[in-house]
């Protein structure tokens, strides 16, 4: 889905033009300059000026491309859309979504996931995972400032990156495989959820036993 470059385009217009292209073209040649310039030359851009908008090779043009995916899911399900659902229904359509925009490009999500899972782009992995999950949370409606703000998104991030393993695997058709994982590891945390909410309501309604011892010593109070 790249977008038209307007005549003197910023470095971060012609981001956003090439990372749907790049990831077209790195199923076959990786993401790296063959693709960039492959990209470069479809939107008529120079080869130079394309570099200088990624600085950071590979790495950037992953970057760039997940956050396309971020800006289709987006458009796909705004908030206002997302609102008629349940958290639950929310939560797996967001996911699904993101498996119908990579299924095109699943090799090219293959080789993206091996270049990150390298020791030195570790914590950019760790952040585009963070920065997924917490994007489909705030679409989801989630207004968490408290610990749980965090909880949701590392157990989503390892829902969702463990969706994408079976995924890049997955021959079922319309990859039923993967929705149903994707179904039974929802229902995993829905139920954790539930259970940590009963138990903060028991944490909540039992006695406290310093009080109560404290009232024996110090009645009145």
């Given at each position: 889905?790249?977008?038209?470059?307007?005549?003197?385009?910023?470095l971060?217009?012609?981001?956003?033009?090439?990372?749907?292209?790049?990831?077209?073209?790195?199923?076959?040649?990786?993401?790296?300059?063959?693709?960039?310039?492959?990209a470069?030359?479809?939107?008529?851009?120079?080869?130079?000026?394309?570099?200088?908008?990624?600085?950071?090779?590979?790495?950037?043009?992953?970057?760039?491309?997940?956050?396309?995916?971020d800006?289709?899911?987006?458009?796909?399900w705004?908030?206002?859309?997302?609102?008629?659902l349940?958290?639950?229904?929310?939560?797996?359509?967001?996911?699904?979504?993101?498996?119908d925009?990579?299924?095109?490009?699943?090799?090219?999500?293959?080789?993206?996931?091996?270049?990150?899972?390298?020791?030195?782009?570790?914590?950019?992995?760790?952040?585009?995972?963070?920065?997924?999950?917490?994007?489909?949370?705030?679409?989801?409606?989630?207004?968490?400032?408290?610990?749980n703000?965090?909880?949701?998104?590392?157990?989503?991030?390892?829902?969702?990156?463990?969706?994408?393993?079976?995924?890049?695997?997955?021959e079922?058709?319309?990859?039923?495989?993967?929705?149903?994982?994707?179904?039974?590891?929802?229902?995993?945390?829905?139920?954790?959820?539930?259970?940590?909410?009963?138990?903060?309501?028991?944490?909540?309604?039992?006695?406290?036993?310093?009080?109560?011892?404290?009232?024996?010593?110090?009645?009145?109070?």
């Amino acid at each position: 889905m790249a977008s038209i470059l307007p005549a003197d385009p910023t470095l971060d217009e012609i981001r956003a033009a090439l990372a749907p292209l790049i990831a077209a073209s790195a199923a076959f040649d990786g993401f790296g300059d063959a693709a960039l310039d492959d990209a470069a030359a479809r939107v008529g851009v120079d080869a130079d000026v394309a570099r200088l908008a990624f600085p950071g090779g590979g790495r950037d043009m992953i970057d760039a491309w997940f956050a396309d995916i971020d800006a289709a899911m987006e458009a796909r399900w705004p908030a206002e859309k997302l609102a008629a659902l349940k958290i639950r229904e929310r939560i797996t359509t967001l996911v699904e979504t993101r498996i119908d925009l990579l299924a095109p490009n699943r090799e090219s999500l293959r080789r993206a996931l091996a270049l990150l899972a390298l020791p030195t782009n570790a914590p950019h992995a760790a952040k585009l995972g963070w920065r997924a999950a917490d994007h489909m949370w705030r679409l989801a409606g989630d207004t968490a400032t408290d610990y749980n703000h965090y909880s949701k998104r590392v157990i989503l991030g390892a829902v969702y990156g463990s969706t994408m393993a079976v995924f890049l695997t997955d021959e079922s058709e319309g990859f039923a495989d993967t929705r149903a994982f994707l179904a039974r590891r929802i229902d995993q945390v829905m139920r954790f959820e539930s259970w940590k909410h009963r138990r903060a309501s028991r944490s909540i309604e039992r006695p406290s036993l310093a009080r109560f011892v404290g009232r024996l010593r110090y009645p009145g109070r």
